[in-house]
């Protein structure tokens, strides 16, 4: 398919010099476009929404215009009142010529383009505790922006997403079929992390029981805020967009402060093979949470505050606990690179589980000096 074809379906003003793939994403095909006239360049990014991830990409994008409509109205009576120490910026939808927020091709492949946030840049890991403060600005900010947002007003993009009861239900299936337990029987290490898995369940249904005592209400989160979601200003080092709205969903705003923290406060990351090496970093998580606070401090209750420390823990066994059952059903989700990648992947974030269970007290502590 001619994609410079496409474009032109696009209102967006100047003369296309250059559409080339850009970032490192793998779900979404993305491609970076340049337009020039004679006073001025634009930037704005192509994307095809993956249907394999997101079935009815129709969904996604009427999240999107609800998402940046609702936020940008914000964000502009926010910068009149003068309430903000930098510009925030968020993507914004490119019209077509007809008036929509996508076009779709010969195949139903849905193809949007949005703005692309100039002079910024997002980094793969942690680069200090100067940025993991910033990364939490902007997810405390953009869990303000979307506060007062009715979680009804969009359509879950991805149910059971971040439920970690159905992940256990899901694991729990697997492990009744024959290529599970011959993996099981081959391993002393697959063993050692299903006696994990058994002896933390009741750590699965933390989040859920409390919502359903009504302790936590369900607000808005962005379902993906890893480190490389996290635009920091190029000239300013100030955490100034989230990114990838693709997967904000109704649910806890404590699953996304768990998620970014998995992701930050642990230096060796998601690869490692010596789980030496795997460690909760408190100096990162203390300045991650003294930027979100500052942020979100204002809309979070008692009881959110109470779970932050909950949160945190259970998304490592989250994502573990999905890293082992893939590899117990034959690495069908997770991309592997080679045999036995899922079950490592699992072993690195059981370790960092158990690097938050031994700070349990000082962790606790620091959330209750914020």
């Not at 600005?137 to 149910?159: K, R, T, V």
Request: hydrophobic letters at 40%.
């Amino acid at each position: 398919m001619d994609l410079s074809v496409l474009m032109e379906g696009f209102n967006i003003k100047g003369r296309l010099v250059t559409l080339v793939p850009f970032g490192n994403g793998n779900i979404n095909d993305t491609f970076l476009a340049v337009y020039r006239n004679t006073f001025t360049e634009t930037q704005v990014v192509l994307q095809r929404v993956n249907r394999a991830v997101f079935p009815r990409p129709e969904v996604i994008m009427a999240n999107m215009h609800k998402i940046t409509l609702h936020c940008h109205a914000k964000l502009e009576n926010d910068a009149k009142r003068g309430l903000d120490d930098r510009v925030w910026q968020m993507p914004r939808i490119i019209k077509t010529k007809e008036g929509g927020d996508f076009i779709r091709d010969e195949k139903g492949e849905v193809w949007r383009v949005i703005t692309r946030i100039l002079s910024a840049h997002a980094f793969d890991t942690a680069q200090s505790p100067e940025h993991a403060l910033e990364c939490g600005c902007a997810l405390g900010h953009f869990h303000y922006l979307l506060s007062d947002m009715p979680p009804n007003s969009i359509e879950d993009p991805l149910p059971g997403f971040h439920v970690t009861s159905g992940y256990l239900r899901q694991y729990d299936r697997t492990l009744k079929s024959k290529r599970a337990q011959s993996l099981l029987s081959a391993s002393v290490e697959a063993k050692r992390l299903a006696k994990y898995i058994d002896e933390r369940r009741d750590l699965a249904l933390c989040l859920e029981r409390a919502e359903r005592a009504g302790e936590l209400k369900r607000r808005m989160f962005h379902g993906d805020p890893k480190v490389n979601n996290i635009m920091i200003d190029d000239f300013t080092g100030k955490g100034t967009a989230m990114i990838d709205l693709d997967t904000v969903s109704p649910g806890l705003v404590q699953i996304d402060v768990g998620d970014a923290v998995r992701s930050i406060c642990n230096p060796a990351g998601e690869e490692e093979t010596n789980l030496g090496k795997v460690a909760f970093d408190e100096n990162l998580f203390l300045a991650f949470m003294k930027g979100y606070m500052r942020e979100a401090g204002a809309f979070m209750t008692e009881a959110d505050r109470e779970y932050l420390y909950d949160t945190v823990r259970l998304l490592p066994f989250e994502l573990g606990l999905r890293f082992f059952q893939d590899y117990l059903a034959g690495d069908r989700y997770f991309k592997t690179r080679q045999p036995g990648q899922n079950l490592n992947r699992a072993r690195v974030q059981f370790r960092l589980c158990e690097s938050i269970e031994a700070r349990e007290g000082s962790i606790r502590e620091m959330l209750k000096r914020l």
